[in-house]
């Protein structure tokens, strides 16, 4: 069974700071995405990440993934408080074509503070 | 385009009372999903259907059931509600399994 783990869950930090989320999954995948969420809203797709050694920037954001480590990472450079959401990761399941069932790790709660 | 429309955005049920959640999508897309969101947690897949009359079980189909008439629609049927599903439901397409759409949600309270 596929299981997807994000750390931290809740992640408190000032602005102009920098931080790392990560996101472990314990089956092969050569793909990943990221999704943020605002409180009360739907799901917004940030990146895709198509295979090992990928990496995908965009604003203060930077995703990238580790295939053969099975892990992903999202970093964010000098935190603004725009930024403030939950980050998911998903993660296919093995042998399907992509994105055919996603799961989903739980969420990391991200608050940036002035 | 509108995207992933859902209705209702809220509803609130007895238990034993049935609903169907509806969902559109104006993009061509031939893969549509519903998933469920409990507070605090992250979603899981309760149906999908990768085209017109194919449906499949997710991880948690219990209690539900869909159908897939045409490639624009993909309504969840929720039979004999029951406080556990309460829960915010999304529906979400994608072209062939990539980048997900997500409609804006339906907060489900049973009580």
């Known amino acids: 069974e596929l299981k997807v783990e994000q750390n931290p869950l809740f992640l408190s930090m000032q602005e102009g700071k920098n931080y790392t989320i990560y996101c472990n999954y314990s089956?092969?995948?050569?793909?990943l995405y990221w999704y943020r969420q605002d409180p009360g809203k739907s799901l917004e797709s940030l990146f895709v990440l198509l295979s090992n050694g990928a990496v995908k920037q965009g604003g203060r954001l930077m995703a990238s993934l580790d295939t053969k480590a099975r892990l992903s990472t999202l970093h964010i450079t000098a935190a603004v408080h725009d930024l403030s959401a939950t980050y998911f990761c998903?993660?296919?399941?093995?042998?399907?074509?992509?994105?055919?069932?996603?799961?989903f790790g739980e969420g990391t709660q991200l608050t940036v503070n002035p | 385009n509108a995207g992933v429309t859902q209705t209702p955005k809220f509803r609130i049920l007895k238990i034993g009372q049935s609903m169907t959640l509806q969902c559109t999508q104006d993009m061509n897309h031939n893969y549509m999903y519903w998933y469920r969101q409990d507070p605090g947690m992250g979603l899981k897949l309760i149906y999908y259907?990768?085209?017109?009359?194919?449906?499949d079980k997710g991880e948690v189909p219990n209690g539900y059931n869909v159908s897939r008439s045409t490639t624009e629609d993909f309504p969840l049927r929720l039979e004999l509600a029951a406080p556990s599903q309460t829960s915010v439901y999304f529906c979400a397409s994608s072209w062939r399994g990539e980048k997900l759409f997500f409609g804006s949600g339906t907060q489900l309270s049973v009580l």
């Open positions: 998903a993660v296919p399941r093995a042998q399907e074509t992509s994105g055919s069932r996603l799961t």
């Open positions: 259907s990768v085209g017109a009359g194919i449906t």
């Open positions: 089956t092969t995948s050569d793909r």
